[in-house]
């Protein structure tokens, strides 16, 4: 092992999806230390077994924010969209000199550019990273992008550990625009195939629709897409829908109405609202079962 990789600590902030992911690829990958804090560690409801996952790959759950990062050379930022400037603030009251805030969150390039602001006047060196995929099937090999004045040399402490990082020696919120960009098209694909797929079902036409797709978008296998994306909104569509705000506020930022980014967030928001998140938790539903509950909503109303 170098000595590269034996001496790295980081910490993570948010033990979500994205945070528990890295946590686990960061101690599997060989960091010295990983601390993990996130607020709903102290929720009797969700606390201990956010704080068990935390034990079980072999991160160290802390008491606080400011546990969490003592010490630690790295501090990354995973938290809900909503809460990414709130977070900086709350980290510009620990950050020592000299210490990494990568802020991995999916949010206006403005947001980042205040965040970098609130960091880097408290001494931190704030660095603007775009995470480009989804992360469970990647781990900490995802797809990044990093910029700002810190991104070359957080690159160069975390590619020895696996990470994928793409450094673009540009201002903070450069890499912010390509994510949500991107996101204006993904996740507002992921809003049609909702409402086309459940009014598919409901007319049964899904096998005509199907290959028809199939054919228009050559080498995609449209029945196997449909239903992933059905599958990750109806788990993470309070954070998508926070997600695609931020996308709008993008958009806006450059005197564009965002009309259907901003229709795609309330869509998301929509089924986060009435399909619990754990719907389908333990099972391999099909297109029609995802179609099928989003009309036994309607049924309700």
């Not at 902030?13 to 560690?41: H, N, R, T």
């Not at 759950?61 to 930022?77: Q, T």
């Not at 001494?123 to 995929?133: H, I, T």
């Not at 239903?227 to 450059?254: D, L, N, P, Q, S």
Request: overall charge neutral; hydrophobic content about 45%; aromatic content about 8%.
């Amino acid at each position: 092992m170098s000595q590269a990789r034996a001496s790295l600590s980081a910490t993570l902030i948010g033990f979500g999806e994205a945070g528990s992911i890295l946590a686990e690829g960061l101690v599997k990958a060989g960091a010295q230390s990983v601390a993990v804090y996130d607020v709903k560690f102290d929720r009797p409801e969700s606390g201990p077994a956010m704080i068990q996952r935390a034990y079980a790959v072999g991160a160290h759950p802390a008491r606080s924010a400011l546990d969490a990062a003592a010490g630690s050379e790295i501090i990354v930022a995973a938290v809900t969209a909503s809460s990414s400037i709130a977070a900086a603030r709350t980290a510009a009251t620990y950050i020592k000199p000299n210490q990494f805030y990568l802020d991995i969150n999916s949010v206006s390039p403005n947001a980042k550019r205040a965040a970098g602001e609130i960091i880097d006047a408290a001494g931190g060196r704030f660095v603007d990273v775009a995470v480009m995929a989804p992360v469970p099937p990647y781990g900490i090999k995802v797809p990044m992008a990093v910029g700002g004045k810190w991104g070359q040399a957080a690159a160069d402490r975390l590619t020895p550990f696996g990470f994928q990082i793409e450094v673009f020696a540009r201002e903070i919120g450069y890499v912010s625009a390509m994510k949500m960009c991107r996101s204006v098209m993904i996740k507002g694909i992921e809003a049609l195939v909702i409402e086309a797929m459940t009014a598919a079902v409901a007319y049964d036409v899904v096998d005509q629709v199907i290959p028809s797709l199939d054919e228009y978008f050559k080498g995609k296998d449209w029945r196997w897409q449909a239903e992933y994306m059905f599958g990750r909104v109806i788990e993470h569509g309070e954070r998508r829908a926070a997600e695609m705000r931020e996308a709008a506020k993008t958009v806006a930022e450059i005197g564009l109405e965002p009309l259907m980014t901003a229709a795609t967030a309330e869509r998301k928001q929509w089924v986060a609202d009435r399909v619990p998140r754990d719907k389908f938790k333990g099972e391999k539903p099909k297109l029609e079962d995802y179609a099928n509950a989003i009309r036994a909503v309607l049924k309700k109303n």
